[in-house]
């Protein structure tokens, strides 16, 4: 299965949380974000690399050097100019053979490079912020995942001081929304290499993050 994590704003969170998922559900992650690459990198080929035709996805991913499987992205703007993006399905189809569930790390907003790991995602959690205009952001998000036939799984309402009330986002997108309250171990996790749902499993943060995955997996058996 291949699972994107969206979201029509940036700085929402969504490279934590594909971190967090990619933890919680044993999977391997890619960072798609070829213009704003947030997840760890180091040495070696990266997504990139596997776009512009010059190495192999499964060469590219970085494999036991910490708690989470990741193909990383690049970070100049010369790697980014010259990855095509319609490389994407062949690569991400290639780590999904290898290692099973992939949850890519999609960039923000509405633009085509937002709307290729859509494409190809079997399904999609969509994160957003607990303001009051996140919801209309969301809305627009969901909208371009269901044009590109990602169902959506569930949104993730992230760094929420307050329990803020779900009900809307459940009633206008129609699937379940988990509050994922503000914690600076999850802020740090992917820094630290140290998942919340490993360090601290018991947390509400890492319980929220185990309640979006057992979505992701409710949605894997269907």
């Given at each position: 299965?291949?699972?994107?994590?969206?979201?029509?704003?940036?700085?929402?969170?969504?490279?934590?949380?594909?971190?967090?998922?990619?933890?919680?559900?044993?999977?391997?992650?890619?960072?798609?974000?070829?213009?704003?690459a947030d997840l760890p990198t180091g040495p070696?080929?990266?997504?990139?690399?596997?776009?512009?035709?010059?190495?192999?996805?499964?060469?590219?991913?970085?494999?036991?050097?910490?708690?989470?499987?990741?193909?990383?992205?690049?970070?100049?703007?010369?790697?980014?100019?010259?990855?095509?993006?319609?490389?994407?399905?062949?690569?991400?189809?290639?780590?999904?053979?290898?290692?099973?569930?992939?949850?890519?790390?999609?960039?923000?907003?509405?633009?085509?490079?937002?709307?290729?790991?859509?494409?190809?995602?079997?399904?999609?959690?969509?994160?957003?912020?607990?303001?009051?205009?996140?919801?209309?952001?969301?809305?627009?998000?969901?909208?371009?995942?269901?044009?590109?036939?990602?169902?959506?799984?569930?949104?993730?309402?992230?760094?929420?001081?307050?329990?803020?009330?779900?009900?809307?986002?459940?009633?206008?997108?129609?699937?379940?929304?988990?509050?994922?309250?503000?914690?600076?171990?999850?802020?740090?996790?992917?820094?630290?290499?140290?998942?919340?749902?490993?360090?601290?499993?018991?947390?509400?943060?890492?319980?929220?993050?185990?309640?979006?995955?057992?979505?992701?997996?409710?949605?894997?058996?269907?």
């Amino acid at each position: 299965m291949i699972l994107a994590v969206t979201g029509g704003k940036g700085g929402v969170g969504k490279s934590t949380l594909a971190f967090e998922l990619g933890a919680a559900l044993d999977a391997a992650v890619v960072d798609a974000d070829l213009g704003m690459a947030d997840l760890p990198t180091g040495p070696g080929p990266d997504l990139h690399d596997v776009l512009a035709g010059r190495a192999d996805p499964i060469e590219a991913v970085r494999d036991g050097v910490g708690p989470v499987t990741i193909l990383p992205c690049g970070r100049s703007l010369a790697g980014a100019r010259a990855a095509d993006v319609t490389r994407l399905d062949d690569a991400l189809r290639a780590v999904e053979r290898a290692y099973g569930d992939v949850v890519v790390d999609c960039p923000a907003g509405m633009k085509a490079d937002a709307g290729v790991p859509l494409a190809v995602a079997d399904a999609c959690v969509v994160v957003a912020s607990p303001r009051s205009y996140a919801l209309a952001d969301a809305v627009r998000t969901r909208e371009l995942a269901r044009e590109l036939d990602a169902g959506l799984v569930a949104v993730a309402v992230n760094r929420a001081v307050a329990d803020p009330p779900t009900e809307a986002f459940e009633e206008v997108l129609g699937a379940p929304a988990v509050v994922v309250p503000a914690d600076p171990r999850v802020g740090r996790s992917v820094a630290e290499c140290r998942p919340v749902t490993r360090c601290a499993p018991s947390s509400r943060a890492g319980r929220a993050v185990e309640e979006l995955a057992a979505a992701v997996a409710r949605c894997r058996r269907v």
